[in-house]
């Protein structure tokens, strides 16, 4: 049975320890943020689902084949954190994680980290993102994050129970919690 950890201590120690990562939330949750700064932290390579799996320059989305084929290359590598939640891809990661991070602050903060990273990212292309995919906002996306307890986390939970039963999870419910984490982990290191 998967196994939340609620002590912020503990989940620091299995950071600590863990060198293949998975964090997974809501889009605006602060998952590439959270996920770019513990990489470096850490010391492990860190994997953009999006950049690096997903969206091809455009805003085209990668053949299902390929994107699954090169998510099955990543993982089989000793040491990452990846960031991206796809629960149709998590058969492939849940495996191989040692450590879910689960960001799961309240809806309108990641309404508002969404709206934010638009605004930051005006016709640009973040980071995170594929080259030639600058940001965007539309009806659509919106309503998904709204959405997104409702219509993702179930086939997430499932996704835990059927392919991560070994896995500690650590939610994290706002970016104070998140930065909190990575203090704490500056600390024991």
């Known amino acids: 049975m998967v196994r939340y950890i609620i002590d912020r201590g503990e989940a620091v120690s299995l950071l600590g320890r863990s060198s293949r990562i998975l964090v997974i939330g809501c889009s605006g949750s602060g998952k590439s943020t959270f996920s770019h700064k513990l990489a470096g932290l850490l010391s492990l390579p860190y994997i953009s689902m999006d950049r690096e799996i997903f969206w091809l320059p455009g805003w085209q989305v990668r053949p299902r084949a390929e994107a699954m084929e090169l998510i099955r290359k990543a993982v089989a590598e000793d040491r990452w954190i990846m960031d991206g939640t796809s629960p149709g891809s998590l058969p492939l990661r ?7 991070i689960w960001m799961r602050p309240p809806r309108l903060v990641s309404l508002f980290g969404v ?6 990212y005006w016709r640009k292309t973040r980071p995170e993102m594929a080259e030639g995919c600058p940001e965007k906002i539309d009806r659509e ?3 998904y994050v709204w959405n997104f307890e409702k219509t993702e986390v179930p086939e997430i939970e499932e996704m835990l129970e059927l ?13 104070r919690h998140a930065d909190r984490l990575l203090e704490l982990l500056v600390r024991r290191t």
């Open 94 to 100: 849940l495996p191989r994680a040692e450590l879910v």
């Open 115 to 120: 709206i934010f990273r638009w605004v930051r």
């Open 141 to 143: 996306f919106l309503r």
């Open 163 to 175: 392919h991560g039963r070994h896995l500690c999870v650590h939610v994290v419910k706002s970016y």
